[in-house]
T-cell receptor, first 110, second 114 residues
Framework: GIQVEQSPPDLILQEGANSTLRCNFS?????LQWFHQNPWGQLINLFYIPSGTKQNGRLSATTVATERYSLLYISSSQTTDSGVYFC????????????FGSGTRLSIRP | DSGVTQTPKHLITATGQRVTLRCSPR?????VYWYQQSLDQGLQFLIQYYNGEERAKGNILERFSAQQFPDLHSELNLSSLELGDSALYFCASSPLGPLANEQFFGPGTRLTVL
C-alpha cells in the first residue's frame, strides 16, 4: 500500500522562527490534508490541498502531486503552534481510505 | 469547533467488556469515518460509512463493528476488550460523495482498558 513519510520527526524552535514540514507519499493521491493535533489531542484541519498552494495567515502549504510531496510552512512561530502535524492522503487505488503519516512533533520555546 | 460531536469523552472499562462510542457528523455530511490513535500504531483508519452503507474498511479488528443510522449518526462497538485497545478513537465526517475528501474530526473518545 501507499507509504506516507513525514520529516523531520521532531522539531524544536524558538518563538518567532520559521519552519518547513515535509510529507512524501509513494503513490498518486486524489486528496491530501494537513492537520494539527494540539496538546489536548484535538485534530484541527489546516489545509485540504490535493495540489497547488494555499495560505492561511502564518501558515501556507504547497502540494506537488506529480512529484509526490507536500510542504507545510509555518512562519513567525508561536507557542500555540506546538503539537503534532500530520499529513493524510487518499490514494487513487483506494479512494475511500485515508492514510496518515507518522507526524512531525513541533515544540516552540518561548 | 468542527461540528462533529463524539460521546463519551472518556471511558474507563475492564478487559473483556464491551463499549459503544457515538458520533454525530456535521450537519449535511453523509460520510462518517472512524480512526484509532494509539501510541505504537499512530492514526489508523478503521472504517467508513456513507449514507448508512459501509463504504471502506481499514485495519478494523473482528471484535470491532460499526453502523450508521438513518439520522446519520454512527456508533462504533468494541467488544472483548483487551489492554491494547486503549487508545483515542476519532470520528470524522466529510461532505460530498462517498470517496474520501476533506474530513472534519470530532474531539475523540479516550478509551482506557484496565
Amino acid at each position: 500500500g501507499i507509504q506516507v513519510e513525514q520529516s523531520p520527526p521532531d522539531l524544536i524552535l524558538q518563538e518567532g522562527a520559521n519552519s518547513t514540514l515535509r510529507c512524501n507519499f509513494s503513490d498518486s493521491v486524489n486528496n491530501l490534508q494537513w492537520f494539527h493535533q494540539n496538546p489536548w489531542g484535538q485534530l484541527i484541519n489546516l489545509f485540504y490541498i490535493p495540489s497547488g498552494t494555499k495560505q492561511n495567515g502564518r501558515l501556507s502549504a504547497t502540494t506537488v502531486a506529480t512529484e509526490r510531496y507536500s510542504l507545510l510552512y509555518i512562519s513567525s512561530s508561536q507557542t500555540t503552534d506546538s503539537g503534532v502535524y500530520f499529513c493524510a492522503v487518499s490514494p487513487y487505488s483506494s479512494a475511500s481510505k485515508i492514510i496518515f503519516g507518522s507526524g512531525t512533533r513541533l515544540s516552540i520555546r518561548p | 469547533d468542527s461540528g462533529v460531536t463524539q460521546t463519551p469523552k472518556h471511558l474507563i472499562t475492564a478487559t473483556g467488556q464491551r463499549v459503544t462510542l457515538r458520533c454525530s457528523p456535521r450537519s449535511g455530511d453523509l460520510s462518517v469515518y472512524w480512526y484509532q490513535q494509539s501510541l505504537d500504531q499512530g492514526l489508523q483508519f478503521l472504517i467508513q460509512y456513507y449514507n448508512g452503507e459501509e463504504r471502506a474498511k481499514g485495519n478494523i479488528l473482528e471484535r470491532f463493528s460499526a453502523q450508521q443510522f438513518p439520522d446519520l449518526h454512527s456508533e462504533l462497538n468494541l467488544s472483548s476488550l483487551e489492554l491494547g485497545d486503549s487508545a483515542l478513537y476519532f470520528c470524522a465526517s466529510s461532505p460530498l460523495g462517498p470517496l474520501a475528501n476533506e474530513q472534519f474530526f470530532g474531539p475523540g473518545t479516550r478509551l482506557t482498558v484496565l
